[in-house]
């Protein structure tokens, strides 16, 4: 996501990928890639101040937006490059200023102020271009899976409408409307395979679920009641035994939510909702939202240095082969890309490197250009797990940045290289499926990540602190 503003860091844009395998930053000094599983400094090109970067899964195409201090970095303009070579396949102008950039294997979206333009990923052909009310923060979501292809859009910037398009048919065509909130929508997320659709409002209170394609809102969770902005949504690993939804918050608070099965057909109603339908019957306007809405099993509360903080599920082992599909996918995905682009000639030298940009990993950090391997190291490095005993309360605290690796029990840490790690295959079925990793990433350019385990016990799951490395400078401040 964009910062609202540049901290001591210097980073502008903090991103996972879609397969959460990597973290890209934009800077002031230009395009950093980090490896989560690793802790290293895949990529690096040194080209100015970057306010955007998005990356298609774990591969070497990457699209950057300029942060505006340069003339060659203008905010009006995307570039997708291949980062194996530092070579641009294609630029991309428009009138007015870029806020987002989203891409899967099958489509390219830019948002601007008023304007949603659709490409496709086979020729960077645009399909259509969408006419929306003002947006200024950029609020859109596109689905990473293959199927459905779905694009989420706010239909108003005076109510909490959202709009949804499927973009499998040419240009995209609208299936529908949800009525999530009664304040403007500002953030959306999907889950892995597109059958939830998570909303947050201005107020930032309430965060409600989204059952597709009938769009009919199956949960609602209560953040606070405090109005906050949330900052980043990300569903849970994909194969998990219980599905979970992380928010993070200004008010430096990541929540974690449990979803809930919807009750069977003739199940007896919980006292909440009976409540709430009593209510409703004598009361004008829904009073669901009073009842409904459930708390989060877990509370994480960071360091008030962070500033802005996105989060994500570190990809479980049972997502192995689901990114490696996902790879193997994207780089049929190029090959399509570097015929059509080399038939049509967008620039001398795109055609012949895109098939190294989206079949390449960049592993070697380097100034401009960066050495690569075969796409499926990634997938490889990202099905590691790291050990961990899951210790500690339902609500954990981080460390200031300068507390060092002997403020935490040895078997809670991740180190640089893989300090701490413990194969995945050692771990029992049931263990691997009552235990998930969150990583946050902040605006600092530092990245925690916390392990919550005993996701099936009534009393709630406990939440530990596996580590904090940065990206930015020397190195982890656990190594």
């Excluded at 995209?172 to 949800?178: C, I, Q, T």
């Excluded at 059958?195 to 965060?207: F, M, N, V």
């Excluded at 057909?265 to 409904?292: C, I, K, Q, W």
């Amino acid at each position: 996501m964009a910062l609202p503003s540049c901290s001591k860091s210097g980073v502008l844009h903090i991103s996972f990928n879609q397969d959460c395998t990597c973290v890209a930053l934009g800077s002031q000094q230009g395009v950093h890639i980090y490896n989560v599983d690793t802790h290293k400094l895949c990529y690096r090109y040194a080209i100015g101040a970057v306010s955007i970067v998005e990356m298609l899964f774990c591969t070497s195409l990457v699209g950057f937006v300029g942060a505006g201090e340069q003339p060659a970095l203008t905010p009006r303009k995307l570039t997708v490059m291949n980062t194996s070579t530092s070579r641009t396949i294609q630029e991309l102008s428009y009138p007015t200023s870029i806020l987002a950039v989203r891409m899967n294997r099958q489509r390219l979206v830019v948002m601007t102020s008023r304007r949603v333009h659709v490409y496709s990923m086979s020729n960077l052909a645009c399909l259509r271009a969408i006419d929306t009310e003002e947006s200024p923060t950029g609020c859109c979501a596109l689905t990473c899976c293959h199927e459905p292809n779905l694009l989420a859009l706010p239909a108003s910037s005076a109510t909490g409408t959202v709009r949804i398009y499927d973009l499998a048919q040419e240009g995209g065509n609208v299936l529908g409307e949800v009525r999530a909130h009664q304040t403007p929508v500002t953030l959306m997320s999907w889950n892995a395979d597109g059958s939830l659709l998570a909303t947050a409002s201005a107020k930032g209170t309430l965060i409600r679920v989204h059952r597709m394609p009938s769009a009919a809102r199956s949960h609602s969770f209560r953040r606070g009641a405090m109005s906050a902005t949330i900052q980043s949504m990300a569903f849970g690993p994909v194969g998990h035994s219980v599905q979970l939804l992380v928010a993070s918050s200004s008010h430096g608070t990541i929540h974690v939510f449990r979803i809930e099965e919807p009750e069977g057909t003739g199940a007896h109603p919980r006292p909440a909702s009976a409540a709430a339908g009593l209510l409703s019957a004598v009361v004008r306007y829904s009073v669901g939202d009073m009842v409904e809405p459930a708390r989060n099993i877990a509370t994480i509360r960071l360091p008030q240095s962070v500033g802005t903080a996105i989060c994500a599920f570190r990809p479980s082992s049972q997502m192995a082969c689901t990114i490696a599909t996902a790879t193997a996918t994207a780089t049929a995905t190029a090959g399509q890309v570097a015929t059509r682009l080399a038939s049509t000639g967008p620039t001398p030298s795109s055609s012949g490197d895109v098939v190294a940009a989206v079949a390449a990993v960049p592993v070697t950090a380097g100034t401009g250009t960066a050495t690569a391997t075969a796409a499926t190291s990634c997938a490889a490095s990202a099905a590691a797990e790291f050990g961990g005993d899951g210790g500690g309360g339902a609500v954990a605290t981080s460390p200031s940045r300068g507390e060092t690796a002997a403020g935490f029990s040895g078997s809670n840490v991740r180190g640089v290289g893989g300090a701490g790690r413990g194969s995945a295959a050692m771990l029992g079925r049931g263990e691997e499926e009552d235990r998930a990793t969150i990583m946050v990433a902040t605006q600092e350019g530092l990245l925690y990540e916390y392990s919550l385990t005993d996701l099936l016990n009534s009393q709630g799951p406990k939440c530990t602190l596996d580590g904090e490395w940065s990206m930015l400078g020397s190195g982890s401040i656990l190594g």
